[in-house]
């Protein structure tokens, strides 16, 4: 297993990408603290299966913008897993689509807090426990295309992570490695709720690969981020996108 003995965070754990994380991570071993906001069932239902199989983990609501509910995670995590080796900033979202002439300062406000100002929170307060390690981030394709009508928010807090992400790999290294997922079109409630369906399946026709993405393809690219296999990477933002944007 990549991952035995080894404990991991995985913020926004309960349903789709992050949960495919938690399930990841677990089965290679690792125990695991899955935050989630809104997502009890999944996480529940995560936990249950992972000590079902002879893992260890547990899951905890957190608002990942509210300082106390982050210490409260990383607190529980030394606790009851005596130490964090992976941090995984997966929690974050578009919240909505709004076009800069019509966007209130709360809301630009409130993308930067829950996708930026989030993995800020997250990893500051794991670095007094992740002595050694890796830290993987979720940035986005929207990073580095600007996303789709009214994401400016969402792509210019993405493609902060993406510059968060170079920095601490130089800040942390080498005791501790940091990268960045940029996903494109993967077949989440993300894009259930805010990707009309035409757009899916016109991704799927120009997509060399003819489709989108799997919460599962992302966990594996995170599972392999998060190990040794991937031991002479830092600083990396690596594209997972079916070969819809080359970077």
Same mark, same amino acid.
Not at 22 to 25: G, P, V
Not at 33 to 36: D, G, L, S, T, V
Not at 42 to 47: R, S
Not at 201 to 204: D, I, V
């Given at each position: 297993m990549k991952l035995q003995g080894k404990v991991a965070v995985v913020t926004g754990g309960g349903r789709d990408i992050g949960l495919a994380i938690? =399930? &990841?991570?677990a089965a290679e071993g690792a125990a695991v603290?899955?935050? *989630?906001f809104s997502s009890?069932?999944?996480?529940? &239902?995560?936990?249950? &299966?992972?000590?079902?199989?002879?893992g260890r983990a547990f899951a905890l609501q957190g608002d990942l913008t509210k300082q106390?509910? /982050?210490d409260a995670l990383v607190s529980k995590t030394v606790a009851d897993f005596g130490g964090i080796d992976v941090l995984v900033n997966n929690a974050g979202g578009l919240i909505a689509r709004k076009k800069i002439a019509e966007m209130p300062i709360e809301h630009w406000l409130a993308v930067m807090d829950l996708n930026l100002t989030s993995t800020f929170r997250m990893t500051k307060a794991c670095l007094a426990h992740l002595k050694e390690g890796t830290i993987v981030n979720l940035a986005s394709q929207a990073a580095r295309d600007g996303g789709g009508g009214g994401a400016v928010a969402y792509a210019t807090s993405k493609g902060a992570v993406m510059t968060m992400t170079r920095g601490l790999a130089k800040e942390l290294g080498p005791e501790i490695r940091v990268n960045a997922l940029c996903p494109g079109m993967i077949d989440t409630d993300f894009h259930n709720i805010h990707t009309p369906d035409a757009g899916r399946?016109? *991704?799927?026709a120009a997509a060399p690969l003819k489709r989108q993405g799997t919460v599962e393809d992302t966990a594996? =690219? /995170? =599972?392999? =981020?998060?190990?040794d296999d991937s031991a002479f990477i830092t600083g990396a933002n690596i594209d997972i996108n079916g070969g819809m944007l080359f970077s």
């Open positions: 938690a =399930l &990841k991570l603290a899955i935050n *989630y009890s069932e999944g996480a529940d &239902k995560a936990v249950e &299966k992972i000590t079902a199989e002879g106390e509910d /982050v399946r016109g *991704y799927e594996n =690219l /995170v =599972l392999f =981020l998060a190990c």
